[in-house]
């Protein structure tokens, strides 16, 4: 299989969108690429298409880097970060309350990494659980969990395998996961085939809103080849026969969507509708906005580059806090390396040891803030989701906190 194939066509409706780019972000390594030691990593583009059907406006990657190449050595899991264990034990409360699940009941979590959210449900005694899960390391963490999980890529003949086995799903879940997924309707058609008659897929994914209006930049990278708003999604599961019957906001990412699909007709919710009209006044829709969104990233980018100057001409060094993906994408638009940023901290072990996609900076765990604790020393907090949370755990730290996305900067007691 080729590592990259080049997209001419709306995953969603199948319009034809050569032609089309609107944002071009510089090219980088895989964002979740990180290596044991500095050396040559491929470059793939990260140039974004509109889909120009009126009716449409998906927004997605042209180039698309083969599912393989991303995720066979996937080094993100999500039981290490405790505010997403919270999220997973709402989420799966709300699932069962609108649902009324039970212990005979099945639910089935594509790409469910270390099984954390059907851990979930299995402790509020829905145990019939099974993930889909490409990465087998990752797997493994989730079957030593006691959480069955498939080391493969959903399509339909899995579907219709775990039928057979189990049943048809009363829920099927994807987070984080439809964003990554190149031929949608082929996920689509197999989670619909997975479902029992009254089934609901419920999917939580970055939201393009949020994305263009907080500057999220970052959140491009290779893994997510679409990005999602609601006007494009109703109409592509209206045409796999499905219904989008309702939509939350939900503060995940900087900013997300839970999106509820039935198997079935049903009443949909008015938010639906709010959202979609919300859109279209914002222009996500339209390829002046994401004209206007690059100008934003290359001010923002200027005035960080600044910053760091100012405070090196002062003394000052820097680390980062948080190997995140979209550490990668932020790197390479704002022109830093490891010129700039000497080490980065990283609570998760799976990271530690390893560098950096492309920018080759060494992860290390959280004692190097000890080690340099009383040097002038500043932390880009590249995980600026979990901002507040690592400042306030690291409250005896001496040195400067600064958001590189937000150019947000909160002093430690070392500047007086």
């Known amino acids: ?12 409706c199948g319009t034809g969108t050569a032609g089309h780019v609107v944002l071009s972000l510089p090219s980088t390594p895989c964002a979740n690429g990180f290596v044991d030691k500095p050396q040559e990593q491929e470059r793939f583009p990260l140039d974004l298409q509109l889909c120009p059907a009126p009716e449409c406006g998906h927004l997605q990657l042209a180039a698309v880097v083969s599912p393989s190449l991303l995720f066979d050595d996937y080094v993100y899991a999500s039981g290490t970060s405790p505010s997403f264990v919270r999220h997973f034990g709402n989420y799966a409360e709300r699932a069962i309350d609108l649902l009324g699940l039970d212990e005979k009941s099945f639910v089935v979590d594509v790409g469910s990494n270390d099984g954390t959210l059907l851990r979930q449900f299995v402790d509020r005694g829905v145990t019939g659980v099974h993930g889909i899960e490409p990465a087998r390391g990752i797997a493994e963490i989730a079957e030593s969990r006691g959480v069955p999980t498939t080391v493969a890529f959903l399509d339909s003949a899995l579907a219709r395998d775990l039928r057979d086995r189990f049943g048809p799903a009363n829920l099927v879940t994807a987070n984080n996961v439809f964003a990554h997924i190149g031929d949608l309707a082929q996920a689509a058609s197999a989670v619909r085939s997975l479902l029992g ?27 997510h080849v679409a990005y999602h708003a609601v006007r494009p999604l109703v109409r592509f599961f209206d045409r796999m026969g499905m219904t989008l019957f309702d939509v939350e906001r939900v503060p995940t990412h900087g900013g997300s969507i839970r999106v509820h699909v039935a198997n079935d007709d049903r009443a949909v919710s008015p938010r639906v509708a709010e959202l979609v009209k919300s859109e279209e006044e914002a222009a996500l829709f339209s390829a002046r906005t994401y004209e206007e969104f690059g100008e934003r990233i290359r001010t923002r980018g200027q005035k960080l580059r600044e910053q760091i100057a100012a405070l090196k001409h002062d003394g000052w060094r820097f680390c980062g806090y948080g190997a995140p993906a979209k550490l990668t994408t932020l790197m390479y638009s704002f022109a830093l390396d490891a010129d700039d940023v000497e080490f980065i901290v990283e609570d998760s072990p799976l990271k530690r040891g390893l560098f950096t996609p492309g920018t080759h900076i060494p992860v290390v765990g959280p004692e190097k803030l000890a080690e340099v604790s009383g040097q002038r020393y500043c932390a880009l907090v590249f995980a600026w989701n979990y901002y507040d949370t690592i400042v306030a755990g690291h409250a005896d730290w001496s040195g400067l906190w600064m958001n590189p996305l937000t150019l947000a900067r909160l002093d430690g007691r070392a500047v007086e």
Do not use: K, N, Q, W
Not at 4 to 10: G, I, L, M, P, S
Not at 197 to 223: C, K, N, Q
């Open 197 to 223: 008659p009254r089934g609901v897929f419920v999917f939580e994914v970055s939201y393009l809103a949020d994305v263009v209006e907080g500057l999220l930049f970052d959140t491009i990278y290779h893994e």
């Open 1 to 12: 299989m080729t590592a990259v194939r080049e997209r001419r066509t709306c995953a969603l």
